[in-house]
């Protein structure tokens, strides 16, 4: 890290800690409240609340999460599985109370009030009580002292003749610059602890993790049979409707070409014109069916090149920046390519831009495609544009999709896909 980025998140600490030591009492409250409301099931009435009050569990849980992974970059997923649409109340709460999670969290709540103290929030309580200690040295110990009281601030004894006493008002100023000199010289270990400890508790376990798992490619497979049958049905509707009725169409021209041969050559000529043209149409569907399926530039050239020859043919001005040391495997590389076109064709319809800008590139094992164009923005992923679908077929391969779109523009939508590349062939 550079020595000013290092400066800088030693003089954020205090600050970001503090916003620890605020939630530390909602947190509390919350998880009584849970508690409480888990004991009223005798009678129940915690059947019927647990569920609502898990609701508002999680949102807190939620937001902690938020919380840690902005301050300590600690990233934590959620490890809740789930709701089911339709779940009876009886079978949600044996659902929520069985889930190790509900516990976690919990757990998370009734202890977060304590570990939060000697962790997150120490660096601003530090800060905080140094500068209380400038504060004493100032004017507050004179007023305790008229007040007839007695106090310590640590170990300086603050009474009636503080503000006659210049080696105890420099103690006091000293003590006071000593704690806040901790706060931020340990402000990121602190940090970094208590994202830890929030990592161990508020994210999923090995077991939840392989639950989600499980679920996540239970939908993506499903999502990918939905789409490789709805993919053959627009194969098998084109060839109906296309090729195979124009072959079908030359086969009756040719037998009727062969019974005019000797009785009027010269129709059959025309018809063997005819004939022609529709085998170059069916011959040019054909190629267009096996396009779509799987572009040849794309199988010989691989997926930078494909992606410029998208934006050769694309009626903006497109722009490609490519960083690709090798290829992904085939699967990959066509679902990065059909993407790309996807978001092209939706710039062209619904963006009213005039720029397109691509960027591809790999690292971390990780194929990253960038698509932004400068139109009007408020793009969303339901609004028709086929995003769902781009993100369900990149959902397949854990792919994850990002979208940007303030109102007015940019829109910028980012793809990542997991991968790793085969060495480029020339």
């Not at 409250?29 to 009678?43: E, F, M, N, P, Q």
């Not at 339901?382 to 940007?404: K, M, P, Q, W």
Request: hydrophobic share 45%; aromatic share 6%.
């Amino acid at each position: 890290m550079e020595p000013t980025t290092r400066l800088q998140e030693h003089l954020r600490a205090p600050a970001r800690s503090l916003c620890f030591l605020l939630l530390a009492l909602p947190a509390a409250l919350l998880g009584a409240v849970y508690l409480t409301s888990l004991t009223a099931v005798g009678i129940g009435l915690g059947i019927v609340l647990t569920p609502a009050l898990t609701v508002v569990l999680r949102g807190l849980a939620d937001v902690y999460r938020r919380q840690i992974a902005a301050a300590t970059g600690e990233r934590i997923d959620r490890p809740y599985l789930p709701d089911v649409p339709g779940e009876p109340v009886h079978k949600r709460f044996v659902r929520i109370v069985s889930d190790p999670a509900t516990w976690r969290d919990l757990l998370w709540m009734s202890v977060e009030p304590y570990a939060v103290l000697v962790t997150g929030a120490l660096p601003a309580l530090l800060v905080l009580y140094g500068v209380w200690g400038w504060i004493i040295a100032a004017f507050a110990g004179r007023a305790i002292g008229e007040a007839g009281g007695n106090d310590y601030y640590l170990f300086v004894h603050v009474e009636g003749s503080y503000g006659d006493d210049p080696a105890r008002r420099l103690t006091t100023v000293a003590v006071g610059a000593v704690l806040v000199a901790l706060g931020f010289a340990f402000g990121p270990k602190l940090l970094g602890a208590y994202g830890r400890w929030g990592r161990a508790l508020l994210g999923p376990t090995e077991a939840s993790r392989l639950k989600l798992r499980v679920r996540h490619l239970t939908e993506t497979r499903s999502d990918a049979v939905d789409a490789s049958a709805a993919e053959l049905r627009r194969i098998e509707r084109d060839l109906h409707d296309g090729a195979q009725a124009r072959l079908v169409a030359m086969g009756m021209s040719l037998g009727a070409i062969e019974h005019l041969l000797d009785k009027d050559p010269e129709k059959a000529r025309l018809l063997l014109a005819r004939t022609r043209e529709s085998s170059a149409k069916a011959l040019s569907e054909l190629r267009d069916l096996v396009r779509g399926i799987h572009p040849p530039v794309l199988a010989d050239r691989g997926l930078a090149d494909a992606v410029r020859a998208l934006a050769l043919d694309h009626p903006l001005d497109v722009e490609v920046t490519a960083d690709l040391p090798g290829r992904p495997d085939a699967p990959v590389e066509s679902a990065g390519y059909f993407a790309v076109a996807e978001m092209l064709t939706n710039a062209a319809k619904h963006s009213g831009a005039d720029r397109v800008w691509i960027d591809l590139r790999h690292a971390d094992g990780t194929l990253r495609i960038s698509v932004t164009d400068d139109g009007r923005g408020g793009a969303t992923l339901d609004g028709g544009t086929g995003l769902r679908g781009v993100e369900r077929r990149i959902g397949t391969f854990d792919g994850v999709l990002a979208l940007n779109s303030p109102p007015g523009g940019p829109t910028t939508v980012t793809l990542e896909l997991p991968c790793d590349l085969t060495a480029a062939t020339i």
